[in-house]
């Protein structure tokens, strides 16, 4: 018995030394030194199990070593080298594990409003783009898999993740600089390179510059889903979800609507019950054969719009073309 206990004595301190022994290799390779410097040039908070990852990914993303191609219209398809550039890090990342399961991303700050103003906003698009819309895009996907998700208005990119995490093709469309920048790193740790491409746009009625000649170019110009829709030669699902501006998307469209490719338009449809822009896109919508549905678990129902109007519909809204 004494001889029986020493033995799993034994054991449990040479697993100890060992765990030490792996942990310390680890922060070797992670270069403490350029850690160090990581965290007095930024205001790095890491939360969550993921912490020693994140950290690991900083320092590859700095050397150079993780590359996430990101899109732009030029007259042409070109790749953008500066809007990822590892060399510019933002001033604070985080990462966290959303309610449907471990799916690390990262978002990029410049301080503590900043910072709450992102924890706020996460928790939003956990709750906007919620888990039965999610679970829809998914099945759908899973059924039809020649199918690509076009995510227009990606932010930090939960769904474009999700999905992409699944095996799906990806098409990431996104505006602002840093939700970009965070969706590269996003990207890499999730090693989906392969299944998802970004595109760094705004995407509306029609192509044109956001500021004034001989500034300094902040944004990319706007360009129409249909450039977007030209890189996938797939059916695609289109998620649109631009911050109030979904009607100009659709309405910048010749081919979304018209193409049989297009097999489902999933629209954030709150800021436009009762109004003129809801009433412009219903037009649309039906003209070209679109009709509504509401979420039903991972499936919808049809939506009657003359029993009820579009004022009282769901914040999100699906319009599925008639077979």
């Given at each position: 018995?004494?001889?029986?206990?020493?033995?799993?004595?034994?054991?449990?301190?040479?697993?100890?030394?060992?765990?030490?022994?792996?942990?310390?290799?680890?922060?070797?390779?992670?270069?403490?030194?350029?850690?160090?410097?990581?965290?007095?040039?930024?205001?790095?908070?890491?939360?969550?199990?993921?912490?020693?990852?994140?950290?690991?990914?900083?320092?590859?993303?700095?050397?150079?070593?993780?590359?996430?191609?990101?899109?732009?219209?030029?007259?042409?398809?070109?790749?953008?080298?500066?809007?990822?550039?590892?060399?510019?890090?933002?001033?604070?990342?985080?990462?966290?594990?959303?309610?449907?399961?471990?799916?690390?991303?990262?978002?990029?700050?410049?301080?503590?409003?900043?910072?709450?103003?992102?924890?706020?906003?996460?928790?939003?698009?956990?709750?906007?783009?919620?888990?039965?819309?999610?679970?829809?895009?998914?099945?759908?996907?899973?059924?039809?898999?020649?199918?690509?998700?076009?995510?227009i208005g990606a932010s930090v990119g939960v769904t474009s993740l999700r999905m992409a995490r699944k095996g799906h093709h990806v098409i990431s469309v996104e505006s602002d600089r840093e939700n970009i920048r965070g969706l590269c790193m996003s990207v890499a740790e999730n090693k989906v390179m392969e299944n998802m491409t970004?595109?760094?746009?705004?995407?509306?009625?029609?192509?044109?510059?956001?500021?004034?000649?001989?500034?300094?170019?902040?944004?990319?110009?706007?360009?129409?889903?249909?450039?977007?829709?030209?890189?996938?030669?797939?059916?695609?699902?289109?998620?649109?979800?631009?911050?109030?501006?979904?009607?100009?998307?659709?309405?910048?469209?010749?081919?979304?609507?018209?193409?049989?490719?297009?097999?489902?338009?999933?629209?954030?449809?709150?800021?436009?019950?009762?109004?003129?822009?809801?009433?412009?896109?219903?037009?649309?919508?039906?003209?070209?054969?679109?009709?509504?549905?509401?979420f039903r678990g991972s499936g919808s129902v049809r939506l009657d719009t003359k029993a009820r109007t579009p004022s009282f519909w769901p914040s999100d809204v699906i319009f599925l073309p008639v077979e």
């Amino acid at each position: 018995m004494v001889s029986s206990r020493f033995l799993r004595s034994g054991r449990c301190i040479t697993y100890g030394l060992s765990v030490l022994l792996v942990l310390s290799v680890v922060f070797i390779f992670l270069d403490e030194s350029k850690v160090s410097q990581i965290r007095q040039r930024l205001r790095i908070n890491v939360t969550g199990s993921g912490s020693l990852m994140i950290l690991g990914r900083v320092n590859q993303m700095l050397d150079g070593s993780e590359k996430v191609k990101v899109l732009q219209w030029s007259g042409q398809w070109v790749e953008n080298f500066e809007v990822c550039d590892s060399s510019h890090p933002p001033a604070s990342v985080v990462s966290y594990r959303l309610y449907s399961g471990k799916l690390p991303f990262v978002l990029y700050g410049v301080g503590n409003s900043e910072d709450e103003s992102l924890y706020r906003k996460m928790s939003e698009l956990s709750y906007r783009f919620s888990m039965k819309v999610d679970d829809f895009i998914s099945m759908y996907l899973e059924n039809y898999p020649r199918t690509t998700f076009v995510d227009i208005g990606a932010s930090v990119g939960v769904t474009s993740l999700r999905m992409a995490r699944k095996g799906h093709h990806v098409i990431s469309v996104e505006s602002d600089r840093e939700n970009i920048r965070g969706l590269c790193m996003s990207v890499a740790e999730n090693k989906v390179m392969e299944n998802m491409t970004i595109v760094y746009h705004s995407v509306g009625i029609e192509d044109f510059t956001s500021v004034l000649p001989g500034e300094q170019k902040a944004e990319p110009h706007t360009i129409t889903v249909d450039k977007v829709l030209s890189l996938s030669n797939r059916n695609v699902l289109v998620k649109i979800d631009t911050d109030g501006s979904e009607h100009t998307v659709i309405l910048g469209s010749k081919l979304l609507l018209m193409s049989k490719r297009t097999r489902a338009i999933v629209i954030a449809w709150e800021t436009h019950k009762g109004q003129k822009s809801g009433e412009d896109m219903l037009s649309l919508f039906n003209a070209w054969g679109f009709h509504p549905h509401a979420f039903r678990g991972s499936g919808s129902v049809r939506l009657d719009t003359k029993a009820r109007t579009p004022s009282f519909w769901p914040s999100d809204v699906i319009f599925l073309p008639v077979e």
